[in-house]
């Protein structure tokens, strides 16, 4: 069974730094092109970053560029996103997903993680 389990989200306050990680089961996320979602409240889905299959090229939406970093660990089957100088707008719940730019909102995704930027 292909699961997606995120943690590491929590409340920061501007300026502040988080760690967020996607525990992969049931495939290998190095064989897949895998990508950090997000949704603030009353919002759409938005796509965040990719990491590439293979190779492990990495993208951006602008609104993080150069705030926002992904990457994944193979030995543990784990995605990551780093997320530094946090601003009241990246307040939204995380997920990750498999396959996004394939499949969109239909895409897998986990139970996501609770990121709160406030002073």
């Known amino acids: 069974e292909v699961q997606l389990v995120e943690s590491g989200g929590g409340l920061v306050q501007p300026g502040g730094s988080l760690r967020l990680s996607c525990a992969a089961s049931?495939?290998?996320?190095?064989?897949?092109?895998m990508s950090w979602v997000r949704q603030a409240p009353g919002k759409g889905l938005e796509w965040v970053s990719t990491?590439?299959?293979?190779?492990?090229?990495?993208y951006y939406a602008d609104s993080v560029k150069e705030r926002f970093t992904i990457s994944r660990d193979n030995a543990k089957n784990t995605l990551y996103l780093q997320l530094n100088s946090l601003k009241t707008e990246d307040t939204a719940m995380y997920y990750c997903?498999?396959?996004?730019?394939?499949?969109?909102?239909?895409?897998?995704r986990g139970q996501g993680t609770q990121v709160t930027v406030s002073s």
């Open positions: 997903a498999k396959d996004w730019a394939r499949f969109g909102v239909s895409a897998v």
């Open positions: 990491i590439v299959r293979g190779i492990g090229s990495t």
């Open positions: 049931g495939f290998t996320t190095s064989t897949y092109d």
